[in-house]
């Protein structure tokens, strides 16, 4: 889910006043999925020795800036929107099983050659010139074990009962299914 998906409807659960703007866009960065430094960071609250105009990459968070986040991420502010986010968004975050076996059937049905890095279905995508042309290598998620997981939310692995009779042990019943194995041809 991207930041600009998440919705605040005040109908659902009004979201709590906050002092500062910035620590809602903490708290929705945190619903979306981002680390509490990155949200922080996004967010564009200030850090002891981190300067987010330098982006080089050996720059590195030092303790002090540790410390910062994470007074940002416990402030009593962020943790009321960041509930009230997930609580008003809860069913955006739940999956129906229509829609996972939608798709679950697009990676069972789908060729390989069909993925595109643009396809959700897509989990590396890579290009390279040989000597010979340019290969491809693409990577989807596997298609057995989509159709063992579909097949199991259809129930079609569910146990079957065994009933065993007020004389009968299980190890009769099981001395009986080894006979009735051992005589098929």
């Known amino acids: 889910m991207r930041m600009d998906e998440i919705t605040t409807n005040e109908d659902l659960v009004p979201l709590p006043p906050t002092d ?9 960065s ?27 990459p050996d720059q590195k968070l030092s303790d002090d800036d540790y410390d910062a986040i994470r007074d940002y991420v416990n402030h009593p502010q962020v ?4 509930q ?28 390989i050659s069909l993925v ?6 897509c989990q590396s995508y890579k290009r390279q010139d040989t000597k010979f042309g340019e290969t491809v290598e693409v ?13 199991k939310l259809q129930g079609r692995y569910a146990p079957q009962d065994l009933s065993i009779g007020p ?19």
Do not use: W
């Open 20 to 28: 500062d703007p910035r620590y809602m866009l903490v708290a929705q």
């Open 30 to 56: 945190l619903v979306v999925g981002y680390t509490p430094a990155e949200a922080v960071v996004q967010a564009s609250l200030p850090l002891p020795d981190f300067s987010p105009t330098n982006q080089s």
């Open 79 to 82: 943790k009321q929107l960041t």
């Open 84 to 111: 009230a986010l997930l609580s008003s968004n809860e069913s955006a975050f739940t999956l129906k099983s229509e829609e996972v076996r939608a798709y679950l059937r697009a990676v069972i049905t789908t060729p």
């Open 116 to 121: 595109t890095p643009e396809s959700p279905l």
């Open 139 to 151: 990577k989807m998620p596997d298609k057995l074990k989509a159709l063992d997981m579909d097949n």
């Open 167 to 185: 004389n009968e042990t299980l190890l009769e019943m099981m001395n009986e299914a080894r006979d009735k194995k051992s005589s098929l041809p």
